[in-house]
């Protein structure tokens, strides 16, 4: 059964639903009498309709539903709103409950699903240009007294809207659209649930009037995906803090004399991402995004009334976030991001007898910190904000007088990414403990470009250039130790094609094509430890493993008259490891081959 519902339309706010639902029941508790005879057909009928139920279809074996909610929100067109913000948002729940009856009443099991999804959109260009017109104002000057001195009259009026433009508009609203994106997906999964499906739950009680009864199943904010326990009461209340409102779920019974498993989980993403030219066919983006997660088990044992008592409860959860660091090089030294900053944090929080933190906590703070550039911007934005991350395109560079001589199209990419995580559990006292923390940078490429040149040879001819490097340091703070991994890759490609030219062969014009390719490839892995209790700190680490490869690879491909193609190739591989080891040993490969096909038609 599935059907839509478009509650209103053609006003600012429109909201509309549609819903689905698959059913699975068992006739079997019909076909026999309470002495166990064989019912006849009109009697099974007459069992199935006009009884306490409109239509009853027996003993329910699986229940599914989904929920769909799609409000379309208008912007009004009022000081041109319509045209600098734009809003949409969908919410959708999966509901499904199952029924065992091998099992009896413990039989039971349901579980829900809720994913909510919001974006948000502000032109902040036009934004600008509505505060800012193309044309600064023109003021007449202020008559000034004649000191006998030359020099320009002060414009007040000219001069705070020249400072406005470099403060803020310049910076800021000079960016196309600012995006941010938001969703949340909920996940409970529970056994011994009581009751019916839960359909009379939805349908034949007031929402948010009529409370949800136990007899006909599930909630309604359980089936929703609003609330973690099946039977339990959703409370809302209001707080002093953002966002002013919290709520939790008091529990409800369940089925009597069990041993049942509750499962909850939640996963929060934010994104926000923007961009705006730099020049001339340069254009930059700028993306930021957090993400949280929450994850509960609990082990319950249910009474012969069916109250519930929690045996143990495990709670872990993860942040992550785009987060700023750099290599400890060049005019990147100054930012003071690197495994010996994070040793400094590290011994200055041991040696600081007011620090009353476990070590484990103290490395930590030293880890997050020691490692992000700009650290102080913390004190003002807080842990969780992230940083940015940004790729730069750059296209045309073949107008430049150096390159326009032998380019038809030059292309330049820049991208780069970083990212803190951290992963977390809640103990028996109560106390959150991190278990891993992990960072990672890299430029993706780091140099990437694309050239097409002019003919040569009458043939075409392009080439591509990429250089990325990665990092990542992996901290556990209970081995108080940081393992780092860098990644190095180069590629260079090169083609050239040919079609459509002619060789005289025995008197005959026969059109010939030819591709030749050129690819070299290099990559280089390496892992080092730091220990950060060790005696003398070692700065460059130890050594675990890693290894580089190299692969070069040219190819020729040539067509006779659309009859006989023939292609050669040769590939050289070499694997070598670094004199710190590596689990792989070392090795040269080569590799050829010729292929010949004849094509013979009559």
């Known amino acids: 059964m599935s059907f839509a519902w478009q509650f209103s339309d053609g006003g600012l706010v429109n909201l509309g639903t549609d819903y689905s639902l698959d059913v699975q029941s068992s006739l079997l508790n019909f076909e026999v009498d309470e002495l166990g005879r064989q019912r006849p057909f009109t009697e099974i009928v007459s069992e199935m309709f006009g009884k306490s139920k409109l239509v009853d279809f027996g003993t329910d074996l699986n229940y599914g539903q989904s929920i769909n909610f799609s409000p379309r929100i208008l912007i009004p067109a009022i000081l041109k709103l319509d045209r600098i913000f734009g809003f949409t948002a969908r919410y959708s729940a999966r509901y499904d409950w199952q029924n065992n009856l091998q099992a009896g009443n413990l039989g039971r099991n349901a579980g ?61 609203f000079d960016f196309e659209k600012l995006n941010l994106q938001f969703t949340q997906q909920t996940r409970s999964q529970n056994g011994g649930v009581i009751g019916r499906p839960g359909f009379a739950n939805l349908f034949g009680r007031v929402p948010f009037f009529q409370g949800s009864l136990s007899e006909n199943g599930p909630s309604l904010m359980y089936q929703l995906g609003l609330a973690s326990d099946p039977h339990g009461e959703v409370i809302v209340k209001g707080t002093n803090k953002f966002p002013f409102l919290t709520g939790f779920t008091l529990p409800g019974v369940r089925a009597p004399n069990g041993n049942l498993v509750d499962v909850y989980s939640q996963s929060n993403n934010l994104t926000m991402r923007t961009n705006r030219p730099l020049w001339e066919g340069a254009s930059i983006e700028l993306n930021w995004n957090v993400n949280w997660n929450y994850n509960v088990n609990k082990s319950l044992q249910s009474d012969s009334l069916g109250f519930t008592t929690e045996n143990s409860k495990v709670v872990s959860g993860d942040v992550s976030r785009s987060y700023l660091s750099f290599p400890s090089l060049l005019f990147f030294k100054f930012l003071n ?82 990212g803190y995580k951290m992963r977390w559990r809640i103990d028996p ?170 094509s013979i038609q009559p």
């Open 337 to 418: 991001t690197s495994i010996e900053q994070v040793q400094k944090q590290y011994e200055a929080a041991r040696g600081n007898p007011g620090d009353t933190r476990s070590n484990d906590a103290k490395i930590s703070d030293a880890f997050e910190k020691g490692l992000e550039a700009l650290p102080f911007a913390q004190k003002f934005l807080g842990n969780l904000v992230p940083r940015p991350n940004w790729t730069i395109r750059w296209d045309g560079l073949e107008k430049l007088p150096l390159f326009s001589l032998f380019t038809t199209r030059i292309s330049f990419d820049h991208s780069y990414t970083s």
């Open 112 to 172: 829900a699903s809720g994913n909510l999804s919001m974006t948000y959109d502000v032109n902040l260009k036009v934004l600008g240009s509505e505060i800012w017109s193309d044309q600064p104002p023109q003021v007449a000057p202020e008559p000034v007294q004649d000191t006998g001195k030359v020099g320009r009259t002060f414009n007040l009026g000219q001069t705070l809207d020249r400072a406005s433009r470099i403060l803020f508009k310049i910076p800021i």
């Open 429 to 598: 006292t109560g106390n959150q403990i991190t278990e891993s923390q992990n960072v990672t940078y890299g430029f993706a490429p780091l140099i990437g470009l694309n050239l097409t040149f002019k003919q040569i040879l009458k043939g075409n001819f392009g080439a591509n250039f990429r250089y990325g490097t990665s990092t990542s340091y992996d901290l556990t703070p209970a081995a108080q130790n940081i393992v780092q991994s860098d990644l190095t890759d180069m590629t260079v490609t090169a083609t050239f094609t040919r079609q459509g030219f002619e060789i005289p062969f025995f008197g005959l014009a026969l059109s010939n094509d030819i591709d030749m390719s050129f690819s070299y490839s290099y990559s280089k892995n390496a892992r080092r430890v730091y220990d950060l209790n060790a005696e003398v700190f070692r700065k460059d680490g130890t050594p675990l493993e890693g290894s580089s490869r190299t692969i070069l690879e040219p190819r020729i491909r040539y067509i006779l008259s659309s009859r006989v193609t023939a292609s050669i190739y040769y590939k050289y591989t070499k694997l070598k490891p670094d004199e710190g080891g590596s689990r792989i040993p070392g090795s040269t490969t080569n590799e050829g081959g010729l292929d010949v096909r004849v």
